[in-house]
């Protein structure tokens, strides 16, 4: 089951959210200790996440969430264990349970691709042909944090096994993030408070990411299939670069939109995740490209592999490399993704001792357009899992194609000129220039300022809502990108 799908809107969520606010009413009659429900125990209303959360993911794949129970179950025992015991006691029990997380990790995700690998260089390796749990990557290393968290003392240990189910298998984030970082929610799975406000902005956000995902990426990635999925000797140099700037775009609203969806869904429920997504394609560095992309993962790799492998300090060229190795293979079991991963780190490492130094005296669209250039040839890389396919793409690219140009180029950019322009505008941080405005146009907090903001808010939802219910219908292309990792 995906967001993006008519029986989630209007079957799952209204069942989950009729049966929350049961919940909800039970919490505060019968657990509130002062009856009006500002801090209340979340007893009954996690018990309904939790079967939501699970219905949600056997709804695809009812087998492995036998795994995700067994995972659960086993980071359980683990942080009670760091909890319980001191020193060297509590190091090996950490060292225990990260092991077994990446074991798991490691065995569906991973082993066909090593055994693949051994044959490849001459050591025959049968392939077990294990299919990969949706999500895997996402609850592991949610797992992996709250682990490190509790053996930090960074967050207090989950001692109620259902309530760190809850975390680990909590729907809105479940199957492609963000990461969720357990000392974040930590507080709010025991205690938390929604108000109206929280459901307007949760809706709101929530009816963003769909239109991101629906108006947006789902037609952009009819553009990029077109050029980049088929038979690439029949492609003009324009059609790789309209293919590749379609996916480009595509990947952006693709996962931006889902986790516009989760933190929307979040906050109507109470959690307040972190931001996954600031705007990435007005970067003017790669380095920061990724500060903007993808937060959640990065943050991960900098709090729990960077900084405790000595960061900044010392080893640098190492453990950025080793960072950007990591994060290549968690992205997918493919050369192609340890490549791409390669790539951002030895760009990353170069700008640390060039382009950084001198970014303050070198105009701003030179270095738009370089970061531009590199993170667009980046996602060829991630798209392409055959080496002989790439090669043609970029050779393509740099003009090794039959054609400068051609027709079908030619039709993808005029048939979508609103497609494009709508696109690139919404890559601009526009919300917060339209934000600016409007407090200038009306300053403080007034009346009338809260009603234009709510008029707005309900014109918008509307019109996003209609607009892709309308594009869902007899939607062939709807599955969200980030879901195979």
Sequence with gaps: MVFSDLFFIFAFLPAFFITYMVAYWVDRRFFSPDGRGLRMNTTVRNAVLVVFSLIFYAWGEPVYVFLMLLSSLMNYCAGLAIERYDNQQRRTALTIGIVLNLLVLGTFKYAGFFADTLTAIGLPVANPKISLPIGISFYTFQSISYLIDVYRHEAPVQRRYHDLLLYISMFPQLIAGP????????MEIHSRR???????????????GLGKKVILANQLSEISTQFLGGNLANVSTTGAWVGICAYTLQIFFDFSGYSDMAIGLGRCLGFHFAENFRHPYI?????????RWHISLGSFFRDYVYIPMGGNRRHQPLNILVVWFLTGMWHGASWNFILWGVYFGIIVMIEK????RIADKVPRPFLHLYTILLFVMGWGIFYFDDFTRMQQFFAICFGGGKTLSDFTAETALMNNFWLWVVALVFCLPVYDGVTRMFDRLMPGETVAKHNVSLAVRIVMSVVLLTTSVALLVGATNNAFIYTRF
Excluded: H, N, P
């Design 194 to 208: 929604v108000t109206q406000y929280d459901y307007v902005v949760g809706s709101y956000r929530f009816l963003i």
């Design 179 to 186: 990461i969720v970082r357990y000392d974040i929610v930590a």
């Design 353 to 356: 001792y060039t382009v950084l």
């Design 283 to 291: 970067s003017k560095t790669i380095t920061e490209f990724w500060r």
